[in-house]
């Protein structure tokens, strides 16, 4: 056992929306992992909060009429009610909109400010005219400068995932008004973290955690390292030490929040937070989703060390979720909501918590499906588990009327304490998967040892000798209950009180709970694990067919009819492409002078990514000719090239047609 505490902590939850099973990804193993070192031992401190700053919020608390702090709070106690009926239980969980984390974000930024870590900038920022006003990272979307692909304002989120900073993106777009920006300058503040290179590969050569983590900081360090522009234009947040028209950006206070939580609960406990986050050799454990990676094992340590403070021990990153082998996506309807989907229609949350342990390794993606789910409950759970404690509870209540006397063979002692062993190892190495299924093992076992004795024949020829099975099984049983707590808890106290135990099972360490059960009566023993039964499993996926569903019809457009005479309005001819230039600036954007006849036309076509001037030059189009003028990204285009398709399949004529051919 360490004698220094350890602080877990989980990525904070988003206040925008309600809670889904990609949450639990992370807090189910987080709640796991505490509830094991306690048992173990451990000194452990388990915090967390919501994050409630940033754009996001500020665009959903406008579209719904309210603002960011009651939003915030709704979705606050939505989180933090959830979170307990899922039995993941925090020791605090505060806002980063309170008092606190504004106040410690302001202190660990002026450190930075002072130790030369933070630097003034003059950049370019997207402004929108229509708006009339600059807009900050999720106000605006665009092209990635990186690989093209579509981007939100702060990250590439369709294709290679790279953060971007501000006036980076191509073609910013206001997602407001869908006007397009221009940008403007304005200064900003920029993190040093260029300078922290060197320093974050030993970081990383010594952080603990999952290699998923680890493997993905160390090739983004071994790449170039730029600095971070850490402020941002917004009234919500926490504003930017002597510039009230400036708030830290979401990033900078949001983990800043877990010091905050912790000072929270220390001033709560009468304890000190310096001896969880100052010094040498703080355990500071943070459990993550994959992709919030970067900014937990290389932007958040670098700011603890440059402000001076102790620096996180382990970085744990889950892999991402899928529902039914389909990407999570909540606009397709790919999702489980954990109230509305599951704990309000009665399940149990343990069963939920197996099934994200166990399902794969927690580095790797899950999939979710409720014929998996009902397969895992009902083999793993209830013919496993529940099936060996159940029969051995009721064989001794049958028999003896509850334990009886008799001394537990070594053969059990040996096998129990093997199997702590091999958990707590696996435990230590954030192996969460085989650590439960080395806890199922070990229930497997013990049918099969019972099966194998027989004791119910026993009863008749032996009573002696079933007395002796039966002590083994419940010994056995007793600590198959403490082992699999931490993953079940409440099913575990059910079972707990069986043994006719007392105390609180969270309370007691595995070295208390693994003494001998007394001879005496036992309570009647009742069922505690229940199957899953095939009409539930065919109700639940049916609500979720329906929702993807309707989802898909939404999004189905239809198009109106139109009568011929309208049609006979749109001019379409052939035409021949004379010249082609690139479009400075431009990913996408192609001039083309074309030839209808009669006369040339200049026309701006997004067609750069599947063409080159070389391909197109000579080549018979059909054109509408009679569009009105527009300026594209500056230049006029009269006419539209027609094309086919996500890839731009130019339509061609299948003879040789002269310029100006109308087409009927």
């Known amino acids: 056992m360490n004698n220094r505490p350890l602080l877990v902590t989980c990525g904070l939850p988003y206040t925008n929306g309600p809670c ?60 933090a009610e959830t979170f307990k009926k899922m039995h993941v239980e925090f020791d605090h969980f505060g806002m980063t909109d309170d008092p606190t984390t504004h106040n410690r974000a302001k202190h660990l930024v002026s450190r930075l400010i002072e130790r030369g870590y933070v630097y003034p900038k003059i950049i370019n920022q997207a402004y929108c005219t229509k708006c009339e006003k600059f807009l900050p990272d999720r106000y605006l979307e665009g092209i990635c400068p990186h690989c093209k692909k579509p981007a939100r304002g702060d990250e590439c989120d369709q294709g290679c995932g790279k953060h971007l900073e501000p006036g980076e993106i191509l073609e910013p777009t206001c997602k407001i008004c869908g006007n397009r920006a221009e940008y403007r300058e304005q200064e900003h503040f920029f993190f040093r973290l260029s300078g922290f290179k060197n320093w974050l590969k030993d970081y990383l050569g010594d952080l603990k955690g999952t290699d998923n983590a680890i493997n993905y900081a160390l090739g983004w360090v071994n790449e170039d390292l ?95 979720l899928k529902i039914d082998d389909h990407k999570f996506s909540k606009s397709r309807g790919y999702v489980v909501w954990t109230n509305e989907d599951y704990l309000d229609l009665g399940l149990s949350a343990d069963y939920l918590r197996y099934y994200m342990l166990t399902y794969t390794s927690h580095t790797k993606e899950m999939n979710f499906s409720w014929q998996l789910f009902q397969e895992r409950v009902n083999n793993e759970i ?101 082992l699999i707590e931490p993953v079940m808890p409440e099913k575990a106290s059910q079972i707990w009180s069986q043994f006719g135990q007392k105390d609180n099972i969270c309370k007691i360490s595995f070295e208390q709970g693994l003494t001998k059960l007394p001879p005496g009566s036992l309570p009647e023993p009742s069922i505690v694990f229940t199957k899953i039964d095939d009409k539930m499993t065919t109700e639940f996926d049916g609500r979720l067919r329906e929702r993807i569903d309707a989802l898909d019809a939404q999004k189905k457009p239809v198009t109106p009819q139109i009568s011929i005479e309208e049609f006979a309005k749109v001019e379409i001819k052939t035409g021949k492409i004379l010249s082609v230039e690139v479009v400075p600036k431009s990913s996408k954007l192609l001039k083309l002078q074309v030839s209808i006849g009669d006369e040339n036309r200049q026309i701006v076509s997004g067609i750069a990514q599947f063409y080159t001037p070389q391909d197109l030059v000579g080549k018979d189009v059909v054109v509408c000719t009679n569009l009105k003028p527009a300026k594209i990204f500056g230049i006029e285009s009269n006419g539209m090239i027609l094309a086919a398709g996500d890839e731009a399949s130019l339509l061609v004529p299948a003879t040789p047609v002269s310029p100006g051919t109308k087409i009927r």
């Open 20 to 79: 889904h099973l990609g949450h639990l990804r992370t807090y189910v193993p987080a709640d796991f992992f505490v509830r094991f070192m306690r048992r173990k031992g451990e000194e452990v401190v388990f915090i967390c909060g919501s994050d409630n700053h940033g754009t996001p919020i500020v665009v959903s608390a406008e579209k719904e009429g309210t603002t960011p702090r009651l939003l915030s709070e709704r979705y606050h106690n939505h989180f």
């Open 226 to 320: 730029h600095d971070w522009c850490i402020t941002r234009t917004l009234e919500w947040g926490v504003k930017f030490p002597g510039h009230e028209d400036l708030v830290v950006y979401v990033w900078v206070d949001a983990p800043i929040g877990y010091i905050a939580f912790t000072e929270e609960w220390a001033a709560l406990n009468g304890k000190d937070w310096k001896r969880y986050w100052c010094g040498e050799n703080t355990r500071v454990s943070h459990f993550i989703g994959q992709d919030i990676t970067y900014h937990h094992c290389i932007f958040w340590p670098a700011m603890l060390h440059g402000a001076g403070y102790g620096i996180p021990h382990a970085v744990i990153a889950s892999g991402m």
């Open 382 to 482: 209830v013919n496993n588990l529940g099936n060996f404690i159940y029969r051995t509870l009721h064989l001794s209540q049958k028999q003896f009327g509850g334990v009886p006397d008799g001394e537990v063979e070594d053969e059990i002692v040996e096998r129990i304490s093997e199997t702590l062993g091999m958990v707590t190892n696996l435990m230590e190495n954030y192996d969460f998967k085989g650590a439960v299924d080395c806890i199922l093992s070990l229930s497997a076992w013990g049918n099969t040892y019972i099966q194998n004795k027989e004791p119910w024949k026993l009863a008749k020829t032996d009573p002696s000798a079933m007395a002796q099975v039966m002590c083994n099984c419940l010994h056995l049983a007793k600590a198959l209950t403490l």
